[in-house]
Every structure is written in structure tokens, then in C-alpha cells.
């Protein structure tokens, strides 16, 4: 059923700045009690208005999937009309705890005014001061085509993580894994485990900085390069990670360019039932449900939080996609 081959580009392991950073901090960013899934919320809310038009928006047109009328196509922008769990917390959540702690302007005012969005205000808002040049090269479809589905699981992994691979067990699954570095150099087991059951890996950064766009560029060269030695450390030295995915989705042109020239692609999704703002579970899985098509690819997560939802709604998802005559695939690589 799986048809990818895996493109095994490896580039050197680059241990840097990541290594300063606690687990505490990565638990901070990415399990913080209180928020409803800090990591998921701060992950896929991603990037602000204003960026999202320019950034997101042109990423997510090299996809027509996505170009659906359906509520919230635009979900990784985290723009969801009237479901705005998001404290402005994410970034400054993540940030003070990180030795990379900049000040980057920007984001606040960007990512949570608290009345409506600056757009009825542009002449007296000064222009942001970095417009990023959007990615162009986000992948958001199945390497075979056809009527295949490819599977991710973002911010693990965690304690659902074997679940989740069970589930995948069952069904004869295969996944793509999108693991935050720090919690693949905690659970070393769980990376080998997915390994070992013909998973693939993807590197989601050190500890989920958001906006991705607004931290200097070493920041992000560090976040990409790091967890990918963090992640192949995990799984076995010279296990390949073909792809990486921004915190949010929040691809440009420039940390796409990082990406690429640590031999990884960006990869996005074109399905977002929002598991990790726990809807409940009909909700997660009639979200795919309906915007699922061929050559899909569906975001989910199996960390950053209480995964129970996502495993219910795998555990019926799963039965699903084969009667439906979906095979499972890896994104295109
Ligand atoms: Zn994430």
C-alpha cells in the first residue's frame, strides 16, 4: 500500500543551540496545563492576519485541494471565525523560556489584538516591518496519488503516541510522524518504535516557536537543525526525515530555504479536522470526513497535550478510510 520511497538526502548533524534548552522548557512550550493544548493551539493557530495573506494564503495555493468552499479551509492560519481559543500566550509562553528569546517586535501587536483585526486600520498602522516572502514549495499531497491518504501526527511524541500506533498496527497504517525534538530525545523508544513499524519521521522543530516567521534566522536555523538531530539521534543515527512543517504551518521562503538545504521539504496538509483544540470526537472525525479528498493530506496530533479525542476519532477513522477504499501513503517527498 505504500507506495513512497523514501528520498534519504541526510545532511550533517548540527547540535547548537538546542542543546540549552531544558525539558522544562520544551514541556512549558508544548504541554502547558491550563490551555486547552498549548502546543496545538499555539502550533496551528499560527501565523497573524496579515502575514497569513501574504504567507499562508500563496502556500496554500500550490494546492487546489485546499481550495474548497468549506468552513474554515483556511484552518492552518488558525483563523477559525469565532473559535479563538488562543491567548496571546503561545508565543510569549514559549518565549521567555527560551535562551532565544527575542523581542521580535512584532508579534505582539500581530498576534492577538483584542477588538477587531487592524485591517480597518492600515493608514495608521505602520507597515510590518518584515512582509515574509511566502514559501513556495509547501507539499500538501500524497506521494502516489490517486485515491491514498497520508496520515501526520504533529507535537509527539507523547503519551498517546503508542496508541496511536497501535491503532496504525491495526489497520495496516503507515503515518508520518512530525516530532518536536525535545520530546523525541524524551521518548527515544516511541521514535524507534515508529520507525520500526515502517512510519516516516518529520522534523517540527526544538520547541514549536511561533510565529516561526518572526524569529531572526539563526533562531530558526537552530529549531530546524537541531530537532533533526535531535529526531535522528532518537530513531538511530542515519534514520532519514525527508520533511519538515513550521509550528503553524508558518512556511516562507526563508525557512523553506533552511529546510531545503538540511535536505528536508516542507510539508504542509490539506486537512485540518482541529483535533487539537479538542472538539470532540464526531466533531474530529466528521471534519475529515468531509474534507478529505484523494491525495489528501490530514493533519492530526499524537503530543502537545490530551490526545484521547484524536485516538477515539482515530479508532474510527481508521475503518473508515478503508471502506472507503483509501490506501495509505507518505506525502510526496
Ligand atoms: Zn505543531
Not at 295 to 300: E, F, K
Amino acid at each position: 500500500m505504500v507506495k513512497s520511497r523514501i528520498p534519504a538526502p541526510r545532511r550533517p548533524l548540527l547540535l547548537g543551540a538546542c542543546a540549552l534548552l531544558g525539558t522544562s522548557a520544551l514541556l512549558v512550550a508544548c504541554d502547558a496545563p491550563g490551555t486547552p493544548s498549548a502546543a496545538g493551539d499555539a502550533a496551528h493557530r499560527s501565523v497573524p492576519p496579515s502575514a497569513s495573506t501574504g504567507t499562508t494564503g500563496t502556500a496554500d495555493g500550490t494546492s487546489s485541494v485546499a481550495a474548497r468552499p468549506t468552513p474554515g479551509e483556511d484552518r492552518e492560519t488558525g483563523a477559525a471565525p469565532g473559535r479563538t481559543p488562543a491567548p496571546p500566550a503561545p508565543g510569549g509562553g514559549t518565549a521567555p523560556a527560551s535562551p532565544y528569546a527575542s523581542p521580535s517586535p512584532s508579534a505582539p501587536g500581530s498576534a492577538a489584538p483584542s477588538a477587531s483585526p487592524s485591517a480597518s486600520r492600515p493608514a495608521t498602522t505602520p507597515a510590518r516591518p518584515s512582509a515574509p516572502a511566502p514559501a513556495s514549495h509547501v507539499l500538501r499531497h500524497t506521494a502516489s496519488g490517486g485515491r491514498t491518504v497520508a496520515l501526520t501526527f504533529d507535537d509527539g511524541p507523547g503519551p498517546a503516541t503508542g496508541q496511536v500506533l497501535d491503532l496504525l498496527a491495526q489497520y495496516g497504517a503507515k503515518a508520518t510522524f512530525c516530532e518536536i525534538g525535545g520530546n523525541a530525545q524524551a521518548r527515544p523508544a516511541a521514535v524507534r518504535r515508529i520507525v520500526a513499524e515502517g512510519h516516516r519521521l518529520c522534523d517540527h522543530t526544538v520547541d514549536h516557536p511561533q510565529p516561526m516567521h518572526t524569529q531572526p534566522h539563526e533562531r530558526q536555523v537552530a529549531e530546524i537543525a537541531d530537532a533533526g538531530s535531535m529526531i535522528e539521534h532518537a530513531a538511530g543515527d542515519g534514520t532519514p526525515i525527508a520533511w519538515w512543517r513550521a509550528p503553524g504551518g508558518d512556511f516562507t521562503a526563508e525557512n523553506e530555504r533552511i529546510g531545503a538545504d538540511l535536505g528536508m521539504k516542507s510539508l504542509g496538509w490539506t486537512v485540518d479536522p482541529r483535533d487539537w483544540s479538542r472538539p470532540g470526537v464526531q466533531a474530529i472525525v466528521s471534519n475529515v470526513q468531509h474534507d478529505l479528498r484523494p491525495g489528501g493530506v490530514v493533519l492530526m496530533h499524537d503530543g502537545g497535550g490530551d490526545r484521547s479525542q484524536t485516538v477515539a476519532a482515530l479508532k474510527q477513522l481508521l475503518p473508515w478510510l478503508v471502506a472507503q477504499g483509501y490506501a495509505f501513503d507518505f506525502p510526496q517527498s
